[in-house]
């Protein structure tokens, strides 16, 4: 798939071959690149509709997306860490959108107005940067007409010293939980995506 993940699609069983169709049953298991240990999730069989009119109906089920998670999250995709202009840009947009004000550096001093403890052992402003990472595999369930995606993670914010080393500041746990569901618009596929807590 990429750097991170592979994938096993090799055949579970015989292609069944009908007048109208053929059914293809594949195994769909994603696994960390280089990594095959076999899968901590267990298969289960599931049915999908009489798609009779469609040229090509593609169905993929719960545990092709369980695997993706564990291979990407086993890999390391769901840590990452953001610098100082990148913060700056993505909170002066979301301060644009919902103050109408063009642009300001995110620095300690901006934190420690929120929170008392930070004033306190930064006195002098510092950019800042933050580590992401998820705690746990994210669970990803599918619905009727979407699925959820939970993610645990971690978020420690970071003060970057003018001798380019950093110092915690503070870190804090967040539990997302999401709702995407995907449909086509004018020919494209465009998923829409809801924060449910």
């Known amino acids: 798939?990429?750097?991170l993940?592979?994938?096993?699609?090799s055949l579970s069983?015989?292609?069944?071959v009908f007048q109208p169709f053929i059914d293809l049953d594949l195994k769909g298991t994603v696994f960390p690149a280089g990594n095959y240990t076999g899968s901590p999730y267990e298969v289960a069989p599931?049915?999908?509709t009489d798609q009779s009119d469609s040229m090509l109906f593609l169905a993929f089920s719960?545990?092709?997306?369980?695997?993706?998670s564990f291979a990407y999250y086993t890999a390391g995709a769901f840590n990452m860490t953001i610098a100082e202009e990148v913060i700056t840009h993505l909170f002066s947009l979301f301060y644009f959108f919902f103050q109408t004000c063009s642009y300001f550096n995110i620095s300690t001093e901006i934190f420690g107005s929120i929170i008392p403890e930070v004033a306190k052992h930064s006195v002098t402003p510092y950019p800042v940067m933050l580590k992401l990472m998820?705690?746990?595999?994210?669970?990803?369930s599918l619905e009727q007409d979407s699925f959820t995606v939970e993610i645990q993670?971690?978020?420690?914010v970071l003060a970057v010293l003018p001798d380019s080393t950093t110092q915690s500041l503070f870190t804090m746990n967040v539990a997302a939980n999401s709702s995407i569901s995907l449909n086509i618009f004018d020919q494209k596929l465009v998923g829409s995506l809801c924060l449910n807590r």
């Open 1 to 3: 798939i990429d750097d």
């Open 5 to 9: 993940a592979e994938v096993d699609y």
């Open 13 to 16: 069983s015989l292609p069944a």
């Open 46 to 48: 599931f049915s999908v």
């Open 62 to 68: 719960e545990y092709f997306f369980q695997t993706s």
């Open 134 to 140: 998820a705690i746990e595999i994210p669970v990803i």
């Open 153 to 156: 993670g971690s978020m420690e």
